[in-house]
T-cell receptor, first 109, second 116 residues
Framework: RKEVEQDPGPFNVPEGATVAFNCTYSNSASQSFFWYRQDCRKEPKLLMSVYSSGNEDGRFTAQLNRASQYISLLIRDSKLSDSATYLC??????????FGPGTRLSVLP | DAGVIQSPRHEVTEMGQEVTLRCKPI?????LFWYRQTMMRGLELLIYFNNNVPIDDSGMPEDRFSAKMPNASFSTLKIQPSEPRDSAVYFC??????????????FGEGSWLTVV
């Protein structure tokens, strides 16, 4: 079993839709959590950190459930420019960043 | 501010040749990472350094791969001899600190390697 697992995707949604991505992690000692976005043939870039109380950044909402070892990302009112691969990232002790396999999102006109 | 700088951006080489990838981390960052990304295996950590010292090289696939960080502003990843299965995008990344759990990681644009 991989340490970080995500919905396989791809998700194809119309503009304006709400879409949710799920992620689970296996290491209960994981310390920090992030969502990264990767555009085609580009490097991954930080989308947002995920805090225990949940956090929102515009149309994006991230949630963390430590008991279930589950992380989610909700995108509201999706735009064409949201089309990308979304990577769930877990940071363990030290600098051990573990990336999930990613979920590809295509927002269709 | 300059981000993580990698070179070359693209390289095509013949099987058996030596490949050297270079990375300059963000100034002031103490940790440096080398990742490899393929369609089949996703993003894999190869090795990371903290304060120029290799901390975890368990992801280095085999002895053909080696990485060095001679100073805080430069690192190399070397493949010798290269094989077609080494074809991938190699990302270098850096992070500000070691123990601060809030620190995140910043990627360079990647080195696209094709071994024929």
């Amino acid at each position: 079993r991989k340490e970080v697992e995500q919905d396989p995707g791809p998700f194809n949604v119309p503009e304006g839709a709400t879409v949710a991505f799920n992620c689970t992690y296996s290491n209960s000692a994981s310390q920090s959590f992030f969502w990264y976005r990767q555009d085609c043939r580009k490097e991954p870039k930080l989308l947002m950190s995920v805090y225990s109380s949940g956090n929102e950044d515009g149309r994006f909402t991230a949630q963390l459930n430590r008991a279930s070892q589950y992380i989610s990302l909700l995108i509201r009112d999706s735009k064409l420019s949201d089309s990308a691969t979304y990577l769930c990232v877990v940071k363990n002790y030290g600098q051990n960043f573990v990336f999930g396999p990613g979920t590809r999102l295509s927002v269709l006109p | 501010d300059a981000g993580v700088i990698q070179s070359p951006r693209h390289e095509v080489t013949e099987m058996g040749q030596e490949v050297t990838l270079r990375c300059k981390p963000i100034s002031g960052h103490n940790s440096l990472f080398w990742y490899r990304q393929t369609m089949m295996r996703g993003l894999e950590l190869l090795i990371y350094f903290n304060n120029n010292v290799p901390i975890d090289d368990s992801g280095m696939p085999e002895d053909r791969f080696s990485a060095k960080m001679p100073n805080a502003s430069f690192s190399t990843l070397k493949i010798q001899p290269s094989e077609p299965r080494d074809s991938a995008v190699y990302f270098c990344a850096s992070s500000p600190g070691y123990e601060d759990s809030g620190n995140t990681i910043y990627f360079g644009e990647g080195s696209w390697l094709t071994v024929v």
